[in-house]
């Protein structure tokens, strides 16, 4: 059983420090091997790059694994953590499919006393919430939308394309879209909606906002690159290479989009980073080690300018990077900058 189910007080300070006693976790030579239970909205391209991240730091840290996907489905999620507590696991690490979900999934696991990580993704209710890992999603919509203000010299008619309604991000993305769009009026919204984070969801989508808007659009903001890829099809079957798209989240392919030129920006959310963080906050808990009550990561922008340096960091120097993770992670997670190494720190 993990230190902190022994726990008999937590310090409700910024930082949370563990008062029971603590036994070593297996990394350190104890007997006992960690056990901690993973589930997330679906298997995105930036998750499935998270999980290599999850991966290679579990490895490193002699953690058990038992990884789920709820495939955008709230109820398979609810199933997924009744399980994994039943499983007696040592903590669970949630990217929610919906903000207002799990309610009675995480109470029973906060009285059976095993600790609740939020990660990527968050819950309006965080009572039950042990600490978090999660992207500063509002200044990633400021930052997105600005690019495109930016290029449109604050006039012009965009669309939106919105990600699955009610998850934590896009509630937060679309917050900070809309941030910027109250500083610049003369940018026009003449569409917006949810593609549900689906490239073919939001091709489609763009080629139908294009008839309605007689095809006078300037530019689309994406809340992530899938979508943002997606509208960058939709708009080449539809002739229109002239309307420029921005995304978020930096995964490979929308890095070559922007390198090529058919994306005009993105922002960086490395996967990686942010899921093993994820997981190496988890341990601290499980072993009743100083925490923080919550960790913020945050995107690098990403244009022509840099974007050769942040695809050598997640895709041509991916393995280097991978190796030396564990490590790096440990040490954003003990400095509070969970960020460090997403672009600035190169791999190889």
């Known amino acids: 059983m993990s230190t902190f189910r022994k726990l008999t007080a937590l310090v409700a300070t910024s930082l949370v420090m563990t008062l029971g006693a603590c036994g070593p976790d297996a990394a350190e030579g104890g007997e006992h091997r960690l056990r901690i239970g993973v589930t997330v909205y679906f298997m995105s391209p930036f998750i499935t790059q998270g999980k290599e991240g999850m991966e290679a730091y579990a490895k490193a840290r002699d953690i058990d694994l038992l990884w789920n996907s709820a495939e955008q489905d709230v109820s398979t999620q609810a199933s997924q953590i009744d399980q994994m507590i039943n499983q007696h696991v040592d903590a669970i690490i949630v990217a929610p499919v919906q903000a207002d979900s799990l309610g009675p999934q995480l109470a029973r696991a906060k009285k059976e006393g095993i600790p609740v990580i939020a990660v990527n993704a968050t819950l309006k209710d965080t009572s039950n919430i042990t600490t978090s890992v999660l992207p500063d999603d509002v200044k990633a919509g400021e930052q997105a939308m600005q690019i495109m203000v930016d290029k449109l010299n604050g006039k012009g008619r965009i669309a939106i394309l919105q990600g699955a309604l009610g998850s934590s991000f896009e509630i937060d993305r679309t917050k900070g879209m809309h941030n910027i769009l109250a500083k610049n009026p003369d940018i026009e919204v ?69 390198q090529n030129g058919s994306m005009l920006g993105t922002n960086l959310q490395h996967g990686v980073v942010e899921m093993a963080a994820g997981l190496a906050v988890a341990r601290l808990v499980a072993t009743g080690k100083p925490y923080q009550k919550a960790y913020t990561y945050n995107m690098p922008i990403i244009t022509e300018g840099n974007v050769d340096a942040a695809y050598q960091n997640v895709v041509t120097g991916k393995d280097a990077f991978l190796a030396k993770l564990p490590g790096l992670v440990d040490a954003n997670v003990t400095s509070g900058d969970i960020s460090a190494g997403s672009l600035n720190d190169q791999a190889g």
Do not use: F, H
């Open 190 to 258: 003449v569409a917006e909606g949810a593609a549900d984070w689906k490239p073919e969801v939001a091709g489609n989508k763009v080629k139908t906002w294009l008839q309605s808007a007689g095809g006078k659009i300037d530019g689309i903001v994406a809340q992530n690159d899938d979508m943002a890829l997606g509208a960058t099809k939709g708009l080449a079957e539809a002739g229109r290479k002239d309307i420029l798209v921005v995304g978020i989240d930096g995964i490979e392919d929308g890095l070559k989009a922007v």
